[in-house]
């Protein structure tokens, strides 16, 4: 044997160990033989597992928490025995076995309950192959979870009586909770209207998420209360009252104002209550009283009759007489006999009621002398009561049932006997024509002349006339007048219809030093219907300074002549301190002739008003519809006013140039200022609507339009 070889084979473990021994562990020590070969089997060394039983007894850990909404987990087991044939044994430990691949001995829970961890013998795998038979024998783990107690609790209250239900919503929460975030809403039922006692009753509803498994829920339910009324409402029950004034109808104070009352926000009725219920349908005042007991109740007919004082106050029926005025009137004209006027003439103000009337009475003038008799409550030794009238007669009133209802009535008088003066006629029957003046635009209705009338000798009357319309001025047209013929105390005579015209004066043509001019009413105005041409005045003196259109004579018939305002108004040329001569008119107002007509005149500034006002300053109605006299679209219009104004346009005695032709119609005006060398001129212009005035020299050259003045 070699010095390094080991003939051995050690083992601990089951299993078998050969020894490592081979032909070249072995050498020839003996000199002898020289030629040796080993043969080598080697030994080996064999373990045998242990036959016997082994029992390995384990418990899994457990645990048991109270529920608090987090996760609870065990973990773990204990080893309580180790046995071999039934005696513990040190030879298999712990370390020879473990949990099987993908076992853990783990149990996790939430909610209340318990989870097992699941160990069962095939939960553990034997690791010492020493060992044949190995049995686990298991008592498995857990985690259990145990709810909470929760103890829920409705509030107690008390107070007295006021109508309104008792509750209180509260709710409390005690023992071990709720866990954070959970919990429960409350319906709080319990309620108590009536003097007594109830529980104060609750349902709840766990929140979402809330489980009912976790917790134990006790509910305790708190005492409602509430007493009698220390201090009973006051409450007054009236009857019905009744106020009008007689109108032949029954009435009532039936019943109450009100059995309905309302006391803090609450509604109760009282009953056991009656009136006496009075009805009449004559004047009258009569009780209408309560009697019996008073009960109330709430709106759900609950006696509440202790928590109450009720007073009683009575009504009244009450008709009221009737004011009523008697009244009449009566005209006669003086035939030297009384007047008198009987019940059925008579007017009563408001009328009687119902089927209520007058059945007498009548009431007559003293003498049969001209006068007004006046018959009031005392008056004139008429003592005048419905109960008794002095001298004549007495009046009497009733109703369809031949009922005397004078007692329903307080009367007053007022009759009025009149005997006037003799009659008087008045005849209507010739239409009336007004003619205006020029310079009028209208005529008062006051001064139409009356029409003729038969009026008896000492007689004094009044004439007025009057139309439907009410109006007090006529303008022209043809209108329906009622004259109305009054004696001097306002009574009535006569009257009748009168068909009146008012209208202008014809508005003619006017020859006028060898022309003939036509004439158009414009409004209250007749105007000339063309610029003056002539070369002399009225009275033939030469008009100093004139000039036709362009110095063409031809445009003489269309246009006219273009004059300076001296010649026009008559004064001598460039005379600014000579004021024209100016004449009245049958109105009132002055005029100036000028070089126009007898009976026409150059127009003031207020004569061309007047004309604004009769277009309403619409100055197209104004020119002539031929457009040859006005630039394209400039013409007048229809209906035209016949004014035919053409743009003849006007000499500037500045530039000495005939302007503006086609574009505007000029003509002058009579008002002036002394000493002044300017003044207005009226101007129909192309562009414009309206008639314009300019300030003008006097020497310039411009048309004159004359009007009609009328002198007195």
Known sequence: ???????????????????????????????????????????????????????????????????????????????????????????YTEADFSLAAGVEATASRTNVGTTDMGLTSASFVNNNPNFNTVTFNVLDGYQAVAPRNVVLTSASEAREYNGNVLTNSTVTVSGDGFVTGEGATYDVTGQQLLPGSSDNTFTYTLNSGTLAENYNIT????????????????????ANSYSTTYDAEYHT??????????????????????????????????????????????????????????????????????????????????????????????TVTPALYGTDHLTGGIITTESAAQGVYTCTEGGFNYMMELTAVKVPGSF??????????????????????????????????????????????????????APDMVVAAGVVVT???????????????TYAVTWTVTDDAGHFLAACDQTVTVEYPSCNSVSYNGHTYNATRIGSQCWMTENLRNTVDAYGNPV???????????????????????????????????????????????????????????????????????????????KTTDPQYWIPGSAGVTPNTGFNARAEGLYN????????????????????????????????????DNVMEEISPKSDLRPVRCVRKVAP
């Not at 418990?59 to 608090?68: E, L, Q, R, V």
């Not at 009805?279 to 928590?307: E, K, M, Y």
């Not at 009133?397 to 005997?419: C, K």
């Not at 002044?676 to 101007?683: N, Q, R």
């Open 1 to 91: 044997e070699q010095d390094a070889a080991v003939a051995t084979a050690a083992r601990t473990d089951v299993g078998t160990t050969t020894m490592t021994l081979s032909a070249a562990d072995f050498a020839n020590t003996n000199t002898n033989f020289t030629n040796v070969t080993f043969q080598v089997t080697p030994g080996t060394m064999e373990i045998t597992p242990v036959t016997e039983q082994v029992v390995v007894t384990i418990i899994g850990h457990n645990s048991t928490d109270d529920y608090d909404g987090g996760l609870h987990t065990v973990t773990g087991y204990d080893v309580t025995a180790i046995e071999v044939g039934g005696v513990a044994t040190t030879l």
């Open 219 to 238: 509910t305790v339910y708190g005492t409602l209360t509430v007493n009698d009324r220390s201090h009973p409402y006051e409450i007054e029950v009236v």
């Open 253 to 346: 104070a039936a019943g109450f104002v009100t059995l309905e009352f309302v006391v803090e926000g609450n509604t109760y009725t009282v009953s056991g209550l009656t009136t006496s219920n009075p009805n009449s349908r004559n004047a009258c005042d009569l009780p209408n009283a309560i009697s019996g007991t008073a009960v109330v109740s709430d709106a759900a007919g609950n006696d509440v009759t202790a928590q109450f004082t009720v007073t009683t106050t009575d009504g009244a029926l009450k008709i009221a007489k009737r004011q009523i005025l008697i009244s009449g009137e009566k005209f006669k004209h003086f035939d030297n006999e009384v007047l008198s006027i009987n019940y059925s003439e008579l």
């Open 396 to 449: 009497a009133m009733e109703n369809s049932d031949h009922e005397d209802v004078i007692g329903n009535y307080e009367p007053e008088f007022a009759v009025t006997l009149t005997i006037g003066s003799p009659a008087v006629t008045i005849d209507c029957g010739t239409p009336q024509t007004v003619v205006l003046k020029d310079c009028e635009e209208y005529v008062n209705i006051v001064d139409l002349t």
């Open 463 to 477: 004439v007025t006339p009057s139309v439907p319309s009410g109006l007090t001025t006529l303008t022209p047209g």
């Open 544 to 622: 100093a300074t004139y000039r036709a259109v362009d110095d063409d004579p031809a445009t003489v018939e269309d246009y006219g002549y273009l004059y300076s305002w001296y010649s026009a108004v008559g004064v001598p040329e460039d005379d600014d301190a000579t004021m024209p001569t100016t004449y009245p008119d049958e109105c009132g107002d002055a005029f100036v002739q000028g070089i126009c007509p007898t009976g026409w005149a150059v127009p003031s500034q207020e004569d061309l008003n007047r004309l604004r006002a009769a277009i309403v300053d619409e100055a197209n109605v104004l």
């Open 653 to 688: 005695s500045a530039t000495e140039r005939f302007e503006k032709a086609l574009l505007y119609a000029y003509f002058w005006e009579s008002g002036s200022q002394p000493n002044i060398s300017e003044v207005l001129s009226a101007v129909i212009a192309y562009y414009c």
